[in-house]
């Protein structure tokens, strides 16, 4: 049997900004590699909390706030919708 999991986590929209006119899987070497240590950083830390979890993982993948704007089209990367405002709960265009 397989089962899945999903971590999330925050980072500042800014830590991406300079690489915002890239496409995605067509990304510079240098915004893999901050990718690549953000997941290095996870993967270290759930296997601090999680050991017994993380025995069994096999695969991984970690996106991007960059990720997150070219799939879903979320405002600076926002992975949960649009901003709670007032105005957000009034307009009858929702």
Known sequence: MKQTGEVVTFIKWEEFTKWGDSKWQRRP?????????????????????IPDVM????????????????????????????ESTIERYTTNSL
């Open 29 to 49: 070497e240098d915004y893999e590699a901050l990718k690549k240590s953000i997941c290095d950083r996870i993967i270290v830390e759930l296997k601090a909390h």
């Open 55 to 82: 025995n069994y993982l096999d695969y991984y993948e970690v996106s991007t706030p960059l990720t997150t704007e070219h799939f879903m089209n979320g405002d600076e990367g926002a992975i949960y919708g649009m």
